[in-house]
DNA sequence: GTCTATATTCGGATAGAC
DNA sequence: GTCTATCCGAATATAGAC
C-alpha cells in the first residue's frame, strides 16, 4: 500500500471518528444514526462498516483513541521527577486544559454512560487515566506530601474539584474558561490534602 | 374515587417508576423496552401509556420525583439555624447516606445523562439542588466562614470530592460503605476552602 | 476500499375489548 | 383503568456493483 492510499484510509476513519465524537456528545450514542454519521463525516455507510464493523464499533475506537491519549499525557506527567504536589498539580492544569481545548473529547472521557454502549468496557473510575492519578496520590502519601488518610478519600478530594469545575464547563454552566482557575482550584485541592 | 382504588392506581405508578429506576439503571435508558418494564412491574404496556403516556414520560416523572426529594433535603438542611459549615456538612452527610441506601437513585440524579433522552430538563449542575447547594456556599462566603474566592470553584471545591467517591462506589470501585468516609472527606473539603 | 440500494428486525405507540 | 394484539416507522447491517 502506498503512502498516499494510507493516508487517505487513515482520513476516512479521521473523519468518521470525528463526526462520531461530535454527534455523539451532542444528540447522544443512541440518537446518532449510522446515517448521520456517513453524512456528516461524508463517508459512505460501507465504508464505515468496512472499517469499524458495526456502530458499536465506531463507539469503541473512539474511547479507546481518548483514553489512551489521557493516559500517556498522565503518565508522562508521572515520570517527571518532581514532587507528588506538583505532578498533581500538572495533571489538574492537563485536565483543564484539555476540556477547555477539546471539549466533546472530555465530554466524552467524563460523562458518556459508556456501559450503557461499552458493556465490556470498566467504569471510568477504574479506567486507565483515573487508575494513574489515584497512583500519583498513592505516592504523595507514602512520601509523607499527604496526610495519611485513605487513598481513595485523598484522591477523589484532591481531583473532585476540577472535575465537578470541568462538568459545570461543559454543561455550559460556566462562563470563565478552566484553566483561569487553576491556581483557586489547586489552593483549595492541596490545602484539604496536604500533610502539616 | 375511593381511597381503595386511589392506592392501586398510586401501586401500578409507583411499580412502574421502580422498575424503571432498576432498568434504566442497570442496562440504560435505550437498552430498556417497554416491554422490559411492563414485564418488570407486572404492569401491562397499556397501563403504563395510560400513566405516562410515552417512555419519555416514564423517565421525566422519575427524574422529577427524584430530583424533588433532593431538593426538599437540601432546603430542609439549608433552613436549619446554623453554621453554613454545618449545613454544608450537613449536605455531604446526606449526599452519601441517601447514594448508600438508594444507590440506583443516586446514580439516575448523578450519571444518567438525561439530556440525552429528557432534552428539555436542564443540565445536572443547573438542576435546583445543586443550585441550592451552591447559594449554601455562597453564604458561607458572606459570612466569611469560607475564603473570598469565586463561587463556582468553592462550591465544587467543598462537594467535588464527596461526589468523586459517590462516583467510584455506584461505579462497584469501592468496598467501604460511603458514610464512613465522612469525617476523612469533610476534613479534607473544609480545610480547603476555610477562611483562615 | 467505496458506494447505493435493500432486507430484516425491533420497539414505541395505538386500538379497542373488558 | 387495565389488558392483548397489532401496526408501522426507523435504524442496523448486508449484498453486491464499481
Given at each position: 500500500?502506498?503512502?498516499?492510499?494510507?493516508d487517505r484510509?487513515?482520513?476516512?476513519?479521521?473523519?468518521?471518528?470525528e463526526a462520531a465524537l461530535e454527534l455523539f456528545?451532542?444528540?447522544?450514542?443512541?440518537?446518532?444514526?449510522?446515517?448521520?454519521?456517513?453524512?456528516?463525516?461524508?463517508?459512505?455507510?460501507?465504508?464505515?462498516?468496512?472499517?469499524?464493523?458495526?456502530k458499536t464499533g465506531v463507539a469503541r475506537a473512539l474511547y479507546q483513541g481518548l483514553m489512551g491519549e489521557l493516559e500517556?499525557?498522565?503518565?508522562?506527567?508521572?515520570a517527571r521527577p518532581v514532587s507528588s504536589a506538583e505532578q498533581c498539580r500538572a495533571?489538574?492544569?492537563h485536565l483543564l486544559a484539555f476540556a477547555e481545548q477539546r471539549p466533546r473529547a472530555m465530554q466524552f472521557?467524563?460523562?458518556?454512560?459508556?456501559?450503557e454502549f461499552l458493556p465490556e468496557e470498566p467504569p471510568m473510575c477504574s479506567s486507565q487515566p483515573f487508575v494513574r492519578m489515584r497512583e500519583l496520590v498513592r505516592r504523595g502519601i507514602e512520601r509523607g506530601e499527604i496526610r495519611?488518610?485513605?487513598?481513595?478519600?485523598?484522591?477523589t478530594s484532591v481531583f473532585g474539584g476540577a472535575?465537578?469545575?470541568?462538568?459545570?464547563?461543559?454543561?455550559?454552566?460556566?462562563?470563565t474558561p478552566l484553566p483561569e482557575h487553576l491556581d483557586a482550584l489547586w489552593t483549595c485541592a492541596w490545602r484539604g490534602v496536604a500533610a502539616p
Open positions: 500500500m502506498t503512502a498516499l492510499a494510507h484510509i487513515q482520513d476516512t476513519r479521521d473523519r468518521t471518528l456528545m451532542a444528540r447522544g450514542y443512541f440518537n446518532t444514526t449510522i446515517q448521520d454519521l456517513s453524512e456528516r463525516a461524508g463517508v459512505s455507510v460501507g465504508s464505515i462498516y468496512h472499517h469499524f464493523g458495526s500517556a499525557a498522565v503518565d508522562d506527567i508521572a495533571v489538574m492544569a472521557i467524563l460523562e458518556a454512560r459508556h456501559q495519611d488518610i485513605d487513598v481513595n478519600v485523598a484522591a472535575l465537578r469545575l470541568i462538568a459545570m464547563r461543559l454543561d455550559g454552566a460556566l462562563d
